[in-house]
């Protein structure tokens, strides 16, 4: 009997190789497991068949382009697209061995915190169904958590890998920008989009981080990684310098479970012999979300011209002429969020206002790049919630788009920064999972790793939803 819900993709490559399962029954233990718990999570959009071979299954966020599977990014807009090649990403996955399970829910076009915004109906939280599993990735992160896949691809611009992940219980890498290829990938803003893995723990994470990073030719953001993917193995801290940056870790809004959880975290790390100190970042979390509403949105209204009716997905039928046709096809294909995004970037875009917003929010963000690299001067990683909140109600925050864009409070001003950060669970708060956030330098995934395996070994967090043990 294959247990998906604790099955790692190592223990997965273990069986496979020792011929102990086969790929065949493997992916239906998954299936069958999707087929059980789905209908309650809807954390799939597209399920695949079972295409053959040994390897092992993995689900994918649907703003991953996958030759000849549905690729919708969450949007009407998309509805009938099928890409004709894959993602660099998906090559890679592919040419590893692993089997796509199917595509995962997200906010459309990944602008979200909840995947509230799914133009196909939300995600429910496996660790209670009343609740959100964060978002915009909230169906990978839903997936692994609930044993619907050992692993899943997600993607991040302001917290969507990280923030999920945290809801969810998982282990999440928003990558360095500019380590994995994002060629093929639904385009949302990119300056700050990123492909990056989730997982039931911190190895099979690295693992998967080292199949997609590397340079692509087919992405000229790319670059090929300084020192190769290390899998973490030691349980210590020593030599490490952990700061506590006050402004995360003190903010009003992070509930006081959270704190705790990574308060006493933050006592482990010592306890493991790291260094730890108190730092400040004082701009970061102040203006890192009204920088990053900005550049978003801005960067948003451009890749998202391309949606005319004409080269992808749907396309109204209510138009009388070429014009009508793509307004038509904008206003119906569209959800709320996507319209308000391209509203606000057309604007701050726009001649006589770009200086003011555009303009100043560039400048804004090489502030809080230049403070992030200060405190890297200090210390090796950075330490903090990933999300003020555990996982709130469905609908508590989906009327109300400034509170939900404070769920990214924190995992905001690094993304702007173009540095990867790690989510690890780290303890329960009302029965729900609390992440921390590990960041670091530019291309210092294999520090983080080695942190982050160090704490999750020291935490002993069981990763299965309560309900489902
Ligand atoms: N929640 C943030 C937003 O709505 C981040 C989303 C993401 O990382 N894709 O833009």
Known sequence: MIDTLRLTAEEAARLLREKEVSGAELYAAYRAA????????????????????????????????????????????????????????????????????????????????????????????PWDPTRVPGGSGGGSAAAVSAGLAPWALGSDTGGSIKQPSALCGNVGLRPTYGTVSRYGAVAFASSLDQIGPVARNVRDCAYLYSIIAGRDPADSTTVELPEPVALPEGEDMKGLRVGVPREFNEHEAIEPGVRDAVQRAIELCRELGAEVGDCSLPSSVEYGLPCYYLIAPAEASSNLARYDGVRYGYRSANGRDRLEMYERTRDEGFGEEPKRRIMIGTYALSAGYYDAYYGQAQKVRTVLAREHAQAFERFDVLISPTSPSVAFELGSRSQNPLAMYLSDLLTIPSCMAGLPGLNIPCGLSEGLPVGLQLIGPQFSENVLFRVGYALETAIGFDAVPTRLR
């Open 34 to 125: 999707i087929d059980e718990r789905d209908p309650e999570l809807h954390a799939y959009l597209h399920v695949c068949e079972d295409e053959g071979g040994e390897g092992i299954p993995i689900a994918i966020k649907d703003v991953i382009g996958t030759r000849g599977i549905p690729t919708t990014a969450g949007s009407k807009i998309l509805e009938n697209y099928v890409p004709v090649y894959d993602a660099t990403v998906i090559e890679r996955c592919k040419a590893h061995g692993l089997r796509v399970l199917g595509k995962t829910n997200t906010d459309e076009f990944a602008m979200g915190s909840s995947t509230e915004n799914s133009a196909y109906g939300p995600t429910k939280n």
